[in-house]
Structure formats: structure tokens, C-alpha cells
């Protein structure tokens, strides 16, 4: 019988797509930064961070729905992505398509 996702779980992917609509609103020349940027920062999170973790998770909800909303206001047209985040990209993202 399958079980359905947790609470918590549901918050970070709601979390998780929310900011990814956030990155389709943005011009479109740098759309692929801010997704990028995105799924950088929670694959990242997601593979350092036992799912155990409650409170530590918590805290990151609460710190990713604030910079989501920063980003969210259309005065902000752009968002820096390291090295390591495109290298990781090379690495996870075209592997995929």
C-alpha cells in the first residue's frame, strides 16, 4: 500500500514549485539562471540533509520561502550562479535530457 508524503514533504515541494514558477516570470534571457539556481540549491540541500533532520529542514522552509519572495519582485532581474552551481549543472542536468 503506498504511503502518502508527510506534511513536511508536501511544504518543500510546494516550496520547490513555487520557485520554479518564480524563475518563469523572470526575463527570459535569464530564466535558465534563476532554474538553475533553484534546483542547485534544493537537489544540493536534499542530498546533504537527512530526512530526519525535522527542525533543520524547517529552518530552510522558512529561509527559502523568504529569498523566494525577495526574488519574487519584478525589480529584480537577475541572480548570480557560481562556478559551482553551472559545474554541478554539467554534471546532474545534462546527464538527464
Known amino acids: 500500500m503506498p504511503v502518502g508524503k508527510s506534511g513536511l514533504q508536501k511544504e518543500v515541494l510546494h516550496l520547490y514549485r513555487r520557485a520554479l514558477r518564480m524563475a518563469k516570470n523572470k526575463p527570459e534571457a535569464v530564466r535558465p539562471k534563476f532554474s538553475l539556481f533553484v ?34 519582485d519584478p525589480a529584480v532581474k537577475d541572480c548570480f550562479v557560481s562556478r559551482e552551481m553551472t559545474e554541478w549543472a554539467s554534471k546532474n542536468l545534462t546527464s538527464h535530457a
Request: net charge positive.
Open 39 to 72: 534546483r542547485y540549491n534544493f537537489r544540493t540541500n536534499a542530498t546533504k540533509i537527512s530526512s530526519r533532520n525535522v527542525s533543520y529542514i524547517e529552518h530552510l522552509l522558512r529561509q527559502g520561502k523568504k529569498q523566494i519572495e525577495q526574488y519574487e
